[in-house]
């Protein structure tokens, strides 16, 4: 059974930097995409980034330049770096594994393992 726990948001200002941290287990973490969503109160889950086992990464449009994802196989651990944060990206962030190994997407559906979310705040 897979297993993911983020940890690393807060509350922080804006222009500033977190880091997300997604323990992975039951997974064979090195064969699957793995990804960070985000979901605002009374929006839908949004795709933000994902990292596929080559480590190549994918980002939202709205997001290049200022999140990186990346990872480390042998911690079974994805990060996502965010830096000059604005309040609109508060929202609870999610790490999520795709359903299959060797595939990656971008839809909440396309994936088929999450983890319980962890709050970030940007205040103004």
């Known amino acids: 059974q897979v297993h993911l726990v983020e940890s690393g948001g807060g509350l922080v200002q804006a222009g500033g930097s977190l880091r997300l941290s997604c323990v992975a287990s039951g997974v064979a973490f090195s064969r699957y995409a793995m990804a960070w969503f985000r979901q605002a109160p009374g929006k839908e889950r949004e795709f933000v980034a994902h990292?596929?086992?080559?480590?190549?990464?994918y980002y939202a449009d709205s997001l290049k330049g200022r999140f990186t994802i990346s990872k480390d196989n042998a911690k079974n651990t994805v990060y996502l770096q965010m830096n000059s944060l604005k309040p609109e990206d508060t929202a609870v962030y999610y790490c999520?594994?795709?359903?299959?190994?060797?595939?990656?997407?971008?839809?909440?559906?396309?994936?088929?393992?999450w983890g319980q979310g962890t709050q970030v705040t940007v205040s103004s």
């Open positions: 999520a594994a795709y359903k299959y190994p060797y595939r990656a997407g971008i839809l909440p559906g396309d994936f088929g393992s």
């Open positions: 990292i596929i086992w080559s480590d190549t990464t």
